[in-house]
Structures are given as C-alpha cells and as structure tokens.
DNA sequence: CTTCAGTGCGTACAACGTACACAGCGATGT
DNA sequence: ACATCGCTGTGTACGTTGTACGCACTGAAG
C-alpha cells in the first residue's frame, strides 16, 4: 500500500529485497536461531564492550544477525532485556560451601557483588529493576537469609539485616563505578591525575572557608584511591551493626 | 534555504510565522527571561509532578514558554540539568542548629535523605550523577564530615565511615522507590494488595523448595511493609558500626 | 497435502537530544 | 547620537531511539 513511497538507493541490494536478491539466499535460514540465552550473552557482551547505554535494541539485533524487531518474540520489551541481563551475569555469584557462619556469609557475598559490579559497570547505570527478582538472584538472597535465620533474630529483623548490606554494597558500588567513569570521561587515569586536574576548583573552594573539614580530609588523608578499603570498611560497619542485634 | 519544505497548516498561526502575526507580538519580549533557577524550578516541577522521564528539553520549553533549544544557553544539556535539579531539592536539608553529637547529625540527615528521595522519585532514576558535587551537596557533606572529624577518627575512616552511610542510605531509598514505583505500574496500592496479585508466583517458587528461608519469612514477617523501621534498622546497624571504630 | 502456531522481517512513527545558523536586544565605546 | 558587539532566544534539521503492526516463512501436526 504504502510501498510506492521508497526511493531506490544507488546501492547494490540493501535497499531493494527484490525477489532475485531473495533467490540467491543460500536456505530460508532454519528458525528459532533466537533463544533468550544467545539474546542475554549477546546483550551483556555489547555492554561489557560498548558501555550500558550502547545496548538498543538495534545493537542487539545486528550482533545477533537479525533484524531490529526480531528479539520482540522473546523479550516484552528493553525492561525485560534488563533482567534477563542482570540475571545472566549474576550466576557468577557463589559462596565456598565451607562457608557456614552469616559474617563470612554476607560477607563474601558482598566483596563478590562489588566485584561483579565494577566488572560490568553497567550494573549501576540501570534504571529501577535493580530488585528485580530473578532466579540467581533469588538463589543468592536465599542463601544469605539463611545464614541469618539460624542466629535466632526474627524474622523481620532478618530480612532488614540482609537489606542493610544489599543497600550498602549497592550505592557503594555505585557511586565507585560513578567515579570511575566520571574520570574515564575526562581521560584522568589515575587518582592523582584527577587531583591535579581539579585542583584550581578545589582551591576555589577551599578559599570560601566554607569547607574545613573537607579541607582537612584533602591534605592528611593517605587511602583516598583506594576504594577496596573503604569498601571494607563500611561493610564491616553494617556487619557490626548486624552482629550487636545477634547478642555478638 | 530549505523553507519551501513546509507544509501549510489549517491552524491559524503556530505554523507560519509571518510578518504580520510577528507584527501583533505586543513587544519584542524583554531578554533574560531564563534563569539557572527558573529552570531548575521547572524541571523540578515536572519530574515530581510526572516523572524523571518526563523531564525533556521539549517539556521543559514548553513548561518555560520557550523554544526547545532555548536553555542550552544556560546548560551544557542533560546531564547539567540533573545536576541543576539535584542541587535543588537538596537545598531542603538542613540539620537543627543544636545537634552537635555526630550521630545526631549523621542519622538526622539519612532520615531526611530519604524522606527528600521519596518526595522527588526522580533522584533515584538519575544517570551515573549521584556523586556530582553540587553546593548544596557540599554543604551536607561538610556538616557530616565535620561531625565526624572531632571525634578523633583519622581522616580516612572519617570518610570512608560518612560514604558508608550515604551509600547505605542511596542503596536504601532507591530499593524502596523502585518497589513503589512496580506497585504503582500495576495499580497495586497496599503491600496486602500486591501480595496477593503475586500469591501465584510466589506459591509455584515455594513448591520448589529452593527457598525455604525466604518462605519463612514471608511466613512469619510481622512488618513486611514498614520500610521505615526497616531504613532506621540498617541505619543503626551502619551507625553501631562506626560508634564502635569511635571507641564506642 | 493442508493447516497452524510460532518465529523472524520490514516498514513506519513519534519522540528524543542536540548541532548550527540566525535574529533581536542591551550595553558599550566613540 | 550612533555603530558595534556579545549575549540570549529561535527555527530548522538530523540521526537515533523504542516499539506497534502486519506480513512471510517455517516445521510439525492433522
């Protein structure tokens, strides 16, 4: 109906699927090439790759070898690609079956989200359904509430204790990777570099007077790069926090 | 150049802008009608009143009577923009005068962290900026760091203890908005309500028997839906965590 | 051999961010 | 008084995005 309204392009084929064109196509292709494990992994390595905002629905289809609108038979739509993403690479989460006590427990669990996070940075950038439920992340909270009940807390308290860390592990790794690309963007390489680069804003603000304590931080403190470390630390805060409620 | 490409419209002016309707403009409009903070106020206006996706230069032209590309004069594009908007809400935090005990201080301004992000759900949307550096974000930062430095910690702990509860409290609010918002998509009002329209996934996930902790929780939970004892339990927990680094 | 459900394709659309060249205004230097 | 200039707002246009919708092809079932 509507056909008339192309215009012939100078090139080759890829404007005309004239039915010659068709006729050379060694086989119609057999079907159900698309499965959501093959649309996840190639999702996730364009991520990993080109960054999170580089995973359109176009993108996705080329690397697949299909067109745009294929991948809609299998996902409702860009959430769904979303969660299929964020459970794919969260079966990389495991604790040592050694493990039996809740601190080593959520412990472990919690360097290794951190871990998984600045792995695929694009982790942070996603929009709500970082509670979406799906089945390896169900299997992680499960494991970790588990380790929890035995301690003799109630219920609510459990629950509370394992979203304490949850929470805590997420904006940490967040506002790291937030740096981190903050940096990226501007080339500063290191943490020094970035100092140096910033350095006429801080002194700009140093001289309002307005920020002594922060001034402070800036000229005695000896760990500012090193993230890992004040990872640690706050999450050995939470988990403190976590044991005083267990009566130690 | 390429005006000849306009199509005339039945409507009477927005589409021909002639000499004679330009002619019947009352006068000229005096200049300096955008400023940083009517458009801060804007934006801010639109994304409480219909969401952080809804704040688009187009809306927010439109909210200013204005062309599209009219604030790019002011803003360097989108990202400022959320900076902008950050910056503004933020402005309502403010910690009473006679708190000088730093937990005071630093559990006052969780408490209204995240009643401010529940009040503006757009803040837990934003892209990567959750770390930018906005004056009204340095003046909190200063205040907490502040609390924190008299009490003999050095200054890396003091930092890494003030970024352990504001990650908390980010991790914290932006689960809690994100569930909000899933109920508010389905039409879900009451934590009864949802549970209920989930009572089938959640039946055929029990019969698996692979989550028995979680089941009985969802068992025996007495406050599933009070988020916010459950904020001030994680909060205390990071808290204790840091009186106990203080030297209780 | 026909039929059918499932799968992939193609086209089309509205909305987005923003580049770029232009136009009017106020202040400024003469 | 007047020319000039820099700042602010305008208009148009482009390339991309998510995705609705109808069609075409497939392997298996009847």
């Not at 067109?67 to 809609?72: C, G, L, S």
């Not at 996902?75 to 809740?102: F, Q, Y």
Request: glycine share 6%; net charge negative.
């Amino acid at each position: 109906m509507a056909v008339a309204k192309k215009k012939e392009g100078e090139e080759s084929g890829a404007e005309a699927p004239s039915l010659w064109e068709r006729m050379e196509r060694p086989a119609p292709a057999p079907r159900t090439s698309l499965t959501l494990e093959r649309i996840a992994a190639a999702a996730v390595e364009i991520a990993d790759e080109e960054g999170g905002a580089a995973v359109t629905m176009r993108r996705l289809a080329t690397k697949l070898g299909v067109a745009p609108m294929a991948a809609y038979r299998h996902v409702n739509g860009k959430d769904d690609l979303w969660a299929l993403m964020i459970d794919r690479v969260s079966r990389e989460l495991t604790v040592p079956d050694g493990a039996t006590d809740w601190r080593d427990v959520l412990r472990s669990y919690a360097l290794q989200t951190r871990e998984l996070m600045l792995a695929h940075p694009w982790m942070a950038v996603m929009p709500t359904p970082v509670i979406t439920l799906t089945p390896s992340r169900m299997a992680v909270a499960e494991r970790q509430l588990a380790a929890l009940a035995v301690c003799g807390l109630d219920a609510d308290s459990v629950m509370a204790a394992f979203r304490a860390v949850t929470s805590f592990v997420h904006g940490s790794a967040q506002s790291e990777i937030a740096v981190r690309e903050y940096q990226e963007r501007h080339g500063w390489t290191s943490g020094d570099e970035t100092r140096r680069a910033l350095a006429p804003q801080m002194v700009y603000l140093m001289s309002t007077g307005r920020y002594p304590a922060y001034e402070q931080y800036a000229l005695s403190a000896a760990r500012k790069d090193d993230r890992a470390w004040e990872f640690a630390f706050g999450l050995d805060c939470v988990l403190d926090g976590i044991a005083r409620r267990l009566g130690i």
